[in-house]
């Protein structure tokens, strides 16, 4: 007797998920953080230009009855911010729209729109960490020099809230400074023995929170964990990487934009040139710039890990 098996007929096929995956992604989080922005520009231009005014010294002495004060000079300083084109685009073709049996237009949408929001944030990230004006090597005089031993700890942590407050920088709601570490920092951080470490001090507030993974509010600083936190490869000692954790307060960093374009960027289906209508481009784009407003409202820590790549 003859069976029709699955062998036996060309029907019997694999199927396929009708749904994609995208790419483990890191999450944009320092542009959020760069609040000083043109909102009164007096026309359009290459850049936008802030102006910070400079406050008077102090008047301690007391006046003399029949004299008159000496006036003085108000001063004030400007930092200019260069608006850069920015943008990135894919094209599909007529064939790959007509037969993929995944929704191609839309999974290259979501591509286009994290790449966007990705790009800007990696060029925050570059010029927030370059700043030089508040730099900490924990344990050493120089980032060449730092060794594995040379982990982010409490102290480092205190010595920058009190750099910022000594400079009377404003905290974010809550009262609290922000901080990006990188979660091999953060490792070492929360493993620290002893009351003052950062889990210790967690659990006494938010334990629940500490039991789901949450980091936590540490001495006037809200940290968060993410991967685009600084990290140079063998840059300390021998082969030691090196990681930049970053406090930052308000008015660290500004943002420019085009008036033309608005703040964000923006998505943009190219124009069908082809004769047969078969190319199809899709992309962003966005006109805006970056700075550092106040190198004050910045402090950088630069240290190593225990678990980073030190071999």
């Known amino acids: 007797m003859a069976y029709t098996q699955k062998s036996s007929l060309s029907s019997d096929q694999v199927a396929f998920q009708q749904l994609a995956y995208f790419a483990f992604r890191k999450q944009p989080l320092h542009e959020d953080y760069a609040t000083v922005r043109a909102t009164r520009q007096s026309h359009r231009g290459s850049g936008v230009t802030f102006t910070k005014y400079t406050d008077l010294a102090q008047a301690t002495s007391a006046l003399t009855e029949t004299s008159d004060v000496t006036p003085v000079a108000a001063a004030d300083s400007q930092v200019t911010v ?6 990135n685009a894919t094209e599909t073709t007529a064939a790959l729209r007509g037969q993929s049996f995944l ?13 966007a929001a990705d790009s800007l944030d990696q060029v925050v990230a570059d010029i927030a960490y370059a700043d030089s004006t508040n730099v900490k090597y924990v ?43 990188h979660p091999d920092v953060v490792y070492d951080f929360i493993g620290q023995t002893g009351t003052a470490d950062l889990r210790s001090f967690q659990i006494r507030q938010d334990a629940p929170g500490v039991r789901s993974g949450e980091i936590g509010t540490f001495d006037g600083v809200r ?12 840059g300390g000692s021998t082969t030691n990487d090196v990681y930049g954790t970053l406090i930052m307060g308000q008015q660290a960093l500004a943002k420019a ?36 407003f106040r190198g004050e409202a910045l402090y950088r820590i630069e240290t190593t890990s225990t678990i980073g790549d030190n071999s």
């Open 103 to 115: 929704n191609i237009n839309e999974d290259l949408a979501n591509l286009i729109g994290y790449n």
């Open 82 to 87: 260069n608006l850069t084109e920015y943008g």
């Open 139 to 181: 344990g050493q005089s120089s980032r060449g020099a730092l060794l594995t031993s040379n982990n982010l700890t409490s102290n480092s942590v205190r010595e920058a809230v009190a750099t910022l407050r000594g400079s009377a920088v404003p905290t974010w709601d809550g009262g609290s400074y922000v901080g990006f570490a």
């Open 223 to 234: 940290f968060i964990s993410t991967a685009r936190a600084l990290l140079v490869a063998d």
């Open 257 to 292: 934009y085009s008036t033309m374009y608005g703040p964000d960027p923006t998505v943009e289906f190219g124009p069908v040139t082809d004769r047969l209508r078969r190319f199809q481009p899709i992309g962003w784009y966005a006109m805006c710039g970056y700075g550092v």
